[in-house]
């Protein structure tokens, strides 16, 4: 029998290749994914957190007058509706479906800031651009539509307080 002569440029060939079908062929699904939360659900979780930052804002604004309080109340009301309709989202085994430890959670930076009607229309419109790269970020189809519905709902948001 001869003596058969690989070089080390295809070996290492071969084992980029094998390394390349292996990690293909396991991106199929969440279950591959690393980490307790996947990449969906944490563009969920900092999504609710954002909501809840700026729900809080609107009710620190009506509690202070800065502004049509009918018209802060009603929006406000938007963005809790946003709330449910992201934790509805999250799976159920999620970590993230659980209650959060409160002094795990991030906090306001402003907590005492209350924004008049043209600060909210600049939170507003901020957030509407967010949805269009976090709406991109996530693989789930259904997931992306709710992320843009709520990216729209806050344009008309600024739009409205624009005009108040």
Known sequence: MGEVSVSRRTVLGAVAAGVA???VSGCGGTEWYPADVTPDEHVIRSLLWEKELL????????????GPADLLERLRGHHLEHMDAL??????ESAAARE????ERPTDPAPDTAPDTGGLRVLEASAAAARIDQAAAVSDPGLAQ???GIGACEAVHAHLLARA
């Open 146 to 148: 709710l992320i843009s």
């Open 55 to 66: 729900a809080a804002r609107y009710a620190r604004a009506v509690e202070t007058g800065s």
């Open 100 to 103: 959060q430890d409160p002094s």
């Open 87 to 92: 934790a509805a989202a999250l799976p159920e």
């Open 21 to 23: 079908v292996a990690g």
